[in-house]
């Protein structure tokens, strides 16, 4: 396995699938503090991000959809896709951006994208809306979801729920 799959483009970012020397990147994103703060796992370890990095490549693989690279014209700058949300059968909307990368626009640009990724690519056993869970407190991402199109539809298991209107 040595290229990278595009999935998706925006004005200033590349969405892409992982290779398994992307660990290094990866792993730094996951042990930042900050980045971690508003994330129910909170920092990972090295061993877990590898667990995590080959789940997402394995779920690509099989289902065409899980979290992917972000890279901008500096390199590496995040993660961001989709998971399964517990129990609802919706898919989830997810997002992690280096600190440096922060405070630019580039998550909604992101999210934006994603929604519309999410839209032209239905899944027939999986609801139609597009959800995010976020932790109380964290205002950077709400504020994201807001200027992205989401609104908020309530809380599960201590987390705000938004999801996106029907396509
Ligand atoms: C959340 C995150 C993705 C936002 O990325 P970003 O590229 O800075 O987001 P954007 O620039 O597109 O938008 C951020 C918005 O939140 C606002 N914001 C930032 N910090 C805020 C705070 N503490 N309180 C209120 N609003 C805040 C910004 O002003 C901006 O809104 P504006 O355009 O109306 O001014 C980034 O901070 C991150 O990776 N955080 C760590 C991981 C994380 O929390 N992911 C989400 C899990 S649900």
Redesign the pocket.
């Known amino acids: 396995m040595t290229d990278r799959e595009e999935i998706l483009r925006t004005p200033r970012l590349r969405l892409t699938t992982w290779l398994p020397s992307d660990l290094d990147d990866l792993a730094a994103l996951h042990a930042d503090v900050?980045?971690?703060?508003?994330?129910t796992t909170g920092p990972q370890t090295r061993a877990a991000t590898r667990e995590r990095l080959e789940t997402f490549i394995d779920e690509h693989r099989q289902r065409d959809w899980s979290k992917w690279r972000v890279e901008g014209a500096s390199g590496f700058l995040?993660r961001a896709g989709f998971g399964l949300a517990h129990g609802s059968g919706h898919r989830e909307v997810?997002?992690?951006?280096?600190?440096a990368?922060?405070?630019?626009?580039?998550?909604?640009?992101?999210?934006r994208a994603l929604r519309q990724w999410h839209d032209d690519h239905p899944e027939p056993a999986l609801a139609p809306e597009l959800r995010?869970?976020?932790?109380p407190g964290?205002?950077?991402?709400?504020?994201?979801?807001e200027?992205a199109g989401f609104r908020a539809v309530g809380e599960e298991d201590g987390q705000l729920v938004f999801e996106s209107g029907r396509p």
């Open positions: 900050e980045v971690m703060r508003h994330m995040g997810g997002y992690l951006l280096v600190r990368a922060w405070g630019a626009g580039l998550a909604t640009e992101l999210t995010a869970y976020v932790l964290n205002e950077a991402s709400c504020r994201v979801l200027k």
